[in-house]
């Protein structure tokens, strides 16, 4: 892409921002908790699309997320660090690493293969955070209120202060993938989705493709895991469930791998769904999100993103 | 000390017949249709449900004691013809040949969806049917006790195991199993309906769920949430063992159900993640499982 393209992203990127923002003054405060949640989940499905640009799609984010949201209720409640951009930003980096560190060895493994190891990965995490009793066991523990630059709000606010610093640092993060996908590494991921062999061929590693992939992957969902937890005050092993990482996979395949804001429109049509269900269907919520998941599979199943790179294409060709 | 040693492998071969029967289903499912049915472990639920409500009805019906495991069948046998058209004709047909983790992903919106359907039809209330455990009496073995009906869930294992590899490898309808499990693309050349056989091949993976939850109902609780774990625990079965291999199955389950017997009397505290364990450790020194053979790659 061109680089006046990029200034175009990137001034379209903060003008969204911005709107984003001044809505969220408009907005009743329930919803402004579900767009919250909704980006948590979406950071987590970026990993998973970053993966799935590579070809290797994980079934245990749940993981990274898990492990994002202890990083952030941990450093709350033991070292009484309360700044909510500091906590997501810690998260974020000690995510990574632990990804980096268990990257070389998930890197070896494609399909159904990758998808399981990550998995139990995320089961023996599970296991042993039910067991851990110093932090609550199966249920968990409580997070102390966030603090912004070092001012508590009052109740009220909070919620749309933690939204303000979600949609900022989620907005720059997004910027930022744009920018590596459409880069050397970020392109060679698409062409070992394509063909692994030809690409190792020709002198390129698919090995530290995936490496680079989870790293990021890990990141990602670790900062979801944290804002999640910050959003709701609230962490337990339910986080590194296998359900939950479920849920991540879904928003991942329902956005598809071509289109960053469609990872979050896809969370928060899941989010929403499952508020609406759950609040008037109780009983029957799960049944109505399996629903939503088949159909949304069966009728777009190249994902949202198609729909909006068909659009821009469109678009792009009625300039000329 | 010898008690003990006895205690543990009685505790994990009746642990372990029980995660066979539902991994024997989960892993000749992946063979034929290369799907990895998270729903599994729901139809297992639905089969556990059903034993609950015919039982009762066997009974009060006056029928003589000992057919009671005829009704239990029949309640597996059920769930599976209902279920199977649905899920197979139904929905699953439409994604064969796409990729592996989205039929994944497909199986797990089913899995939901059959989750809530046990809540619609059975409610949130515990239901038990403990009378078929009692048909057997119990068995001395030294100075312990053990109930007759479980060691019978053993006999079953095997049974189903060698049942299943004797129709794969000595009749002419396994053998046509066999080639579509192989290449179906060619056996279909070849004159062999391979619709056919993916609606067989899934209604045995469906009935063995059911049987499985059929023949616990009348050791557990049959309560909303029941399916869950057994997802997982299957999963780590057939992951050590290999997808789509049934000796691997037989393995898969007698390590998992050792393991896990000897940390309930061993250390408790590592009881859940024991298995979890296991499969990550086979995942990362054997990924293909212990019984996968070579495949050759596409340039």
Redesign the interface.
């Known amino acids: 892409m061109s680089e006046k393209l990029y200034n175009n992203l990137l001034f379209q990127s903060i003008f969204l921002m911005l709107f984003l923002i001044l809505v969220g003054l408009l907005i009743p405060n329930w919803l402004v908790f579900v767009i919250t949640k909704a980006i948590a989940y979406g950071l987590v499905g970026l990993g998973i699309i970053t993966l799935m640009r590579g070809g290797l799609v994980s079934f245990g984010q749940g993981f990274v997320f898990g492990i994002g949201g202890y990083t952030a209720g941990l450093l709350g409640t033991q070292a009484g660090l309360t700044d909510a951009m500091l906590l997501l930003f810690v998260s974020f980096l000690f995510t990574g690493l632990v990804g980096l560190i268990i990257a070389p060895l998930l890197a070896r493994y494609r399909d159904i293969f990758f998808a399981m190891l990550s998995l139990a990965f995320s089961m023996v995490l599970y296991g042993i955070l039910i067991k851990i009793d110093a932090i609550g066991g199966s249920d968990g523990f409580v997070l102390p209120e966030s603090t912004y630059f070092g001012i508590k709000p009052s109740s009220e606010y909070a919620d749309y202060l933690l939204y303000v610093v979600a949609i900022i640092m989620t907005g720059f993060i997004s910027i930022l993938l744009r920018y590596y996908y459409d880069s050397t590494p970020g392109l060679i991921a698409l062409a070992v989705r394509e063909n692994e062999l030809r690409v190792e061929y020709l002198g390129s590693s698919a090995f530290n493709v995936a490496v680079l992939n989870f790293t990021i992957a890990a990141g990602l969902g670790g900062m979801g895991g944290a804002l999640n937890g910050i959003a709701l005050g609230h962490i337990d092993p339910e986080f590194t469930y296998w359900t939950t990482s479920g849920e991540f996979v879904f928003i991942s395949i329902l956005a598809g791998y071509l289109s960053v804001p469609a990872v979050f429109l896809a969370a928060l049509l899941l989010e929403l769904v499952r508020s609406f269900s759950g609040r008037y269907f109780p009983d029957t919520w799960q049944l109505i999100l399996g629903l939503f998941l088949i159909l949304s599979i069966i009728f777009i199943p190249s994902g949202i993103g198609s729909f909006f790179k068909q659009f821009f294409d469109r678009l792009k060709k009625s300039n000329k | 000390m010898v008690d003990e040693i006895l205690t543990i492998v009685l505790d994990g071969a009746i642990y372990a017949s029980w995660l066979f029967i539902v991994a024997l289903g989960l892993t000749f499912v992946f063979g034929v249709l290369k799907i990895?049915n998270?729903a599994h472990g729901g139809i297992y639920a639905l089969g556990a449900y059903s034993t609950a409500t015919l039982v009762p009805i066997f009974y009060s019906l006056g029928m003589p004691e000992q057919l009671v495991i005829l009704a239990m069948l029949i309640s597996a046998l059920a769930v599976a013809i209902v279920i199977t058209p649905i899920m197979e004709r139904g929905?699953l047909r439409?994604?064969y040949g796409?990729?592996?983790?989205?039929i994944?992903?497909?199986t797990?919106?089913?899995?939901?969806?059959l989750?809530?359907?046990q809540?619609?039809i059975w409610g949130m209330n515990s239901l038990y049917v403990s009378e078929p455990r009692e048909l057997l009496g119990a068995l001395e073995f030294g100075s312990l006790y053990y109930v007759g009906y479980d060691l019978a869930l053993i006999g079953l294992a095997i049974f189903c195991g060698l049942f299943l590899w004797f129709v794969l490898n000595k009749t002419q309808s396994g053998k046509i199993v066999l080639a579509v499990i192989h290449n179906p693309e060619i056996s279909g050349c070849m004159g062999v309906n391979i619709n056919k056989v993916y609606l067989a091949a899934f209604f045995i993976g469906a009935f063995l769920a059911a049987l499985a939850g059929s023949f616990t109902a009348p050791l557990i609780s049959v309560q909303v949430g029941i399916s869950?774990a057994v997802?997982?625990e299957s999963?780590?079965v057939v992951?050590i063992g290999g997808?789509g291999s049934i000796p691997g199955a037989v393995i898969g389950a007698l390590i998992i159900g050792m393991a896990r017997a000897a940390c309930v009397h061993k250390l408790p505290?590592a009881e859940?993640?024991?298995m979890?364990?296991c499969?990550?450790g086979m995942?990362?020194f054997k990924?293909?499982g212990l019984f996968q053979g070579a495949q050759a790659?596409k340039?």
């Open positions: 990895l998270i929905i439409r994604f796409q990729d592996e983790v989205l994944v992903l497909v797990y919106a089913i899995y939901l969806v989750e809530d359907v809540k619609l869950v997802v997982i999963f780590a992951i997808l505290e859940i993640f024991i979890y364990f499969m990550a995942l990362i990924p293909k790659r340039i």
